[in-house]
């Protein structure tokens, strides 16, 4: 196991200099000169010059990079163009935001998904299967945009159950992260609808019947178990895009996450902050899919990783 972690990072480090390059150069060509943007409409040519030489912006873009590596390994982003502080508190104080909205996320979007698409394996073809279908199908195929803008017409402008946005007390959490957690539902319904129905032709579920145990038994401790593997693997996936920062979504709620820090940042071309997101963004997917990946063993002994 140690050996497997260890060689799991390992690997990590080149992806994360190939993610760091991509970055750098993808938002160094977004057009606009943060320059320009911040010495003001009316700077002259002399007052933008100088503030691309404060920023660094008057070096070969190489160069550029190769101090952003040296000073990322040390654990200095740099300061926000936008507010002048530290990149690294800039991303922090908007990391939480984001954390706690998608562990709310996440945790409704499992219970709904995993109930829903038990329903639809357990009573395939019924009414229910058919209902579950749809709502499923629904709830991916709904833009969250217009999810969100529906939910608060509904609950906050019309019956005024829930704020309209911002971060606030728990009633703030509840349109947002029903807004988030409708996608991800219908999508890990479906993943367990059918690995469960795969699970439950098997001939080791046939035998157990045989035994006489009960279904509620056969359902939870044969069948459900064996077919959590590609269900945990979506529910990484999903729970990895949630706190990569939900842009739309959180943009629509005024949420003060990682997604509403992006669009300001690309606005303002606030190249450090940037770039750190990015990174960021990629060191929880990896880390993620790294947790998955050990999940595997306790799910199915018969993984192994020596």
Known sequence: MLR?????LWQMIPILFGVSLGAFLFIHAIPGDPARLLAGPDAGPDDIAAVRVRLGLDRPLALQYVYFVRNALAGDFGRSYRSGLPVSQVVASHFLPTLALSLVSIGLAACAGLGAGVLQAVRRNSLGDYASTVASVTGISTPSFFLGLLLIYLFSVDIHWFPTGGMGGPRSFVLPAVTLAAAAAAQIARFTRSSLLEVLG???VRTARAKGVTEAWVLVRHSLRNALIPVVTIIGLQFGFLLGGAIVVETVFSWPGLGWLMI???SFRDYPVL???ILLFSVQFLAINLV???????LDP???YR
Request: hydrophobic content about 40%; glycine content about 4%; charged content about 25%.
């Open 264 to 266: 300001q940042s690309i």
């Open 292 to 298: 998955v990946d050990l999940l595997y063993a306790a």
């Open 202 to 204: 098997q001939d080791f």
């Open 4 to 8: 497997y972690l260890g060689r799991r």
């Open 302 to 304: 018969r993984v192994s």
């Open 275 to 277: 770039t750190a997101e």
